[in-house]
């Protein structure tokens, strides 16, 4: 492609997609440039800021035309702060693009022409939603001051709420932050990696109050700790456990090895329908809980459980989905990398008096392998990778034993479009492709997808 296009000249054109940063698509000829802040459908008028050879960015500089669906976005701190990336989208407006996002990758990726994606299964409240709250602190004009980074920086955007978070959170980390100059607590520096306070986590069972608060310090000294408890527990009643997890490295890893309980219980509880979870301060949950039930539910209906059924749940974690669906299967089978999660599942289900669930740590695709040596046959086989998608081995094993559903969870479309076509390719069928929003005002988008296996003609 030959680019003839120059940094700083200005454009004129409409918006004809969102990349998956949320950036706004203007084309000149063929060449890209990527907007922030710049919609679908848009006339826009743009500068052009960096030109690369097979794209370039420009900033907005008018908007000629505007969407029907754009709004003035509810955060004040919204186009400095990295965190949020569609604000000024109605929320009907980002389940579209969603929507038409996952259709796009399966086209694309996966040469799913026919494939009818249905409308983004959003929340009734897009507000208030994330579970978990890891916020750094800084001296922001000599104040300590809590917020987000501004994107690629690791300078705080200072800010006394997030919407996004719970208003729990909001209250705790204003009081924190202001009581630390009288407490004589000093923020930790990164850059001289000097002082003590470097991250506070709010994390809150959504469905039963309780409210941990972990205080990340440079060291085991924390100074005016029985204060600062005093401090929280008076903001926020609720607040059921206070950890130090101590992390005196020089490292952007928010937790170290290290964790003393400073009141009440080293974790809390939750629930995700009937089933009853256990969360301690480095545990892994989901974020966004009341989506999470969305999206259990939908694969348990794609499991089609009658109680008789074996299943296999690959990348398990601490056995959400594993426990969610033993409660109407046979047997679970679980597997997960992570040895502190399988621990955590094992706990949960003796904590649900679950006997019907077996964990196991490892390697997918080599635990699952060794399993069907053993003669466990899984009628129905759940995956939920990471982001980079199932190992090429567990597809193959999953074609060889064919077991006859599989259910995909996936955060990534375009990983889970691959493997999709792996599947169709290897005998599979795709059913039903249902993206469920965990996380309005951002791009990121789960799908829950069902596959079944052809039946051979004999
Ligand atoms: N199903 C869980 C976790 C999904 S996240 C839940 O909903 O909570 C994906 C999980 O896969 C992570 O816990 C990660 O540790 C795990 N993982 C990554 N690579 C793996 C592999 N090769 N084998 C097994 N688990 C793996």
Redesign the pocket.
């Known amino acids: 492609m030959s680019n003839t296009v120059k940094r700083n000249e200005i454009y004129e054109g409409i918006v004809t997609d969102l990349t998956s940063s949320g950036a706004g698509v203007v084309k000149v000829g063929e060449y890209p440039l990527f907007v922030q802040g710049a919609l679908r459908g848009e006339r826009v008028k743009v500068k052009v800021t960096k030109t690369l050879k097979r794209y370039g960015f420009a900033k907005l500089e008018e908007i000629q035309t505007a969407s029907s669906e754009r709004q003035d976005a509810p955060c004040a701190v919204y186009d400095e702060c990295g965190g949020c990336q569609l604000q000024h989208l109605t929320y009907e407006g980002q389940l579209e693009e969603k929507r038409q996002l996952v259709q796009n990758t399966l086209q694309k990726i996966g040469r799913f022409s026919t494939i009818d994606v249905p409308p983004v299964l959003g929340m009734e409240h897009p507000w208030r939603y994330r579970n978990k709250s890891q916020v750094p602190l800084q001296y922001v004009n000599g104040r300590p001051a809590w917020g987000f980074f501004k994107q690629r920086t690791h300078d705080i955007v200072p800010t006394e709420t997030c919407l996004i978070q719970t208003e729990e959170a909001d209250r705790l980390l204003e009081a924190i932050t202001n009581a630390l100059p009288k407490l004589h607590i000093p923020l930790y520096d990164e850059k001289k990696h000097r002082g003590v306070l470097r991250h506070v986590i709010v994390r809150k069972g959504m469905n039963t109050g309780q409210v941990m608060v972990v205080l990340i310090t440079n060291g085991k000294k924390l100074p005016a700790k029985d204060r600062l408890i005093e401090l929280i527990l008076e903001t926020e009643p609720n607040v059921t456990s206070i950890i130090q997890n101590i992390n005196n490295q020089k490292t952007n890893v928010i937790f170290g090895n290290e964790s003393h309980t400073l009141y009440g219980e080293p974790y809390i509880y939750d629930t995700i329908g009937d089933v009853k979870f256990q969360i301690s301060d480095r545990s892994?949950?989901?974020i966004n809980a009341g989506q999470?039930e969305v999206l259990y539910k939908e694969a348990l209906e794609a499991a089609q459980l009658t109680g008789n059924e074996t299943v296999i749940?690959?990348?398990?974690?601490?056995?959400?989905?594993?426990l969610f669906l033993a409660q109407r299967a046979k047997h679970v089978y679980g597997?997960?990398?992570?040895k502190q999660?399988i621990e955590d599942a094992r706990i949960n289900a003796r904590l649900n008096e679950m006997d019907n669930a077996t964990f196991e740590v490892?390697?997918?695709?080599e635990?699952v392998p060794r399993w069907y040596e053993e003669g466990i046959e899984a009628d129905v086989f759940v995956v939920?990778?990471?982001r980079k998608g199932c190992?090429a081995t567990?597809l193959e094993t999953i074609i060889t034993h064919a077991p006859k559903t599989v259910v995909y969870?996936s955060?990534n479309p375009a990983t889970f479009a691959r493997d999709a076509r792996i599947l169709v390719d290897g005998g599979y069928q795709l059913e039903k492709v249902q993206p469920v929003d965990m996380f309005g005002h951002t791009m990121h988008i789960e799908v829950v997808a069902v596959l079944s296996r052809i039946e051979d003609e004999k």
């Open positions: 892994f949950y989901q999470m749940d690959a990348y398990c974690g601490i056995g959400t989905i594993s597997v997960e990398i992570v999660a490892g390697k997918a695709e635990v939920d990778p990471p190992d567990l969870v955060c």
